[in-house]
T-cell receptor, first 115, second 117 residues
């Protein structure tokens, strides 16, 4: 079974621009979560999508948004980029049925650099 | 709010020696606990998980971890490390609201493992 894939792997943008990152989950997984990883703040939860609905959201400004498609693929968007948005963005998928914990499987990440 | 503490930022171990990475969590109810490993430039790979039952859990690559509720700990161990174990290790906790759903994994800051030849 193919793992979680993320595209692109590397991205360089300038302040004020917007960016869209893509994530394809493991086949059969309906939950997709996004995390931001920085040296200073570590790994932080952005949001989770399940069956095309945002189920949970972390403590990030509204510039960070996402969506999920009917095939469970997900995109996240960051508008009006700031230097502090430079990070590794990780996507994770899981079965995540309600009421049951499930392990999350992570993709390789997208390295975003904001200049 | 739940939190995870990994007290050791860096640990250096000789190849062939035993390893223990510490993890303490703060959460009122039963936590779901995980250990992940991250190699440079890579995503996170799940080593093992604890949901319930036997408090000693076995994972991949020869790792094990023991859940101790009284100490709020979930330490990772390996009897003999290999040079390929050099990486960043993250402990994480999750929980489910009674109504279903969750607010994502909460991670510790990580422990950087260095293997000496």
């Amino acid at each position: 079974k193919a793992g979680v894939t993320q595209t692109p792997r590397y991205l360089i943008k300038t302040r004020g621009q917007q960016v869209t990152l893509s994530c394809s989950p493991i086949s059969g997984h309906r939950s997709v979560s996004w995390y931001q990883q920085t040296p200073g703040q570590g790994l932080q939860f952005l949001f989770e999508y399940f069956s095309e609905t945002q189920r949970n959201k972390g403590n990030f400004p509204g510039r960070f948004s996402g969506r999920q498609f009917s095939n469970s693929r997900s995109e996240m968007n960051v508008s009006t980029l700031e230097l502090g948005d430079s990070a590794l963005y990780l996507c994770a998928s899981s079965l995540r049925d309600r009421g049951f914990p499930n392990e999350q499987f992570f993709g390789p990440g997208t390295r975003l650099t904001v200049l | 709010a739940q939190s995870v503490t990994q007290p050791d930022i860096h640990i250096t171990v000789s190849e062939g020696a035993s390893l223990e990475l510490r993890c303490n969590y703060s959460y009122g109810a039963t936590p779901y606990l995980f250990w992940y490993v991250q190699s440079p430039g890579q995503g996170l790979q799940l080593l093992l998980k604890y949901f319930s039952g036997d408090t000693l859990v076995q994972g991949i690559k020869g790792f094990e971890a023991e859940f101790k509720r009284s100490q709020s700990s979930f330490n990772l161990r390996k009897p003999s490390v290999h040079w390929s174990d050099a990486a960043e290790y993250f402990c994480a906790v999750d929980h489910m609201y009674s109504g279903g759903g969750a607010d994502g994994l909460t991670f510790g800051k990580g422990t950087h493992l260095i293997i000496q030849p």
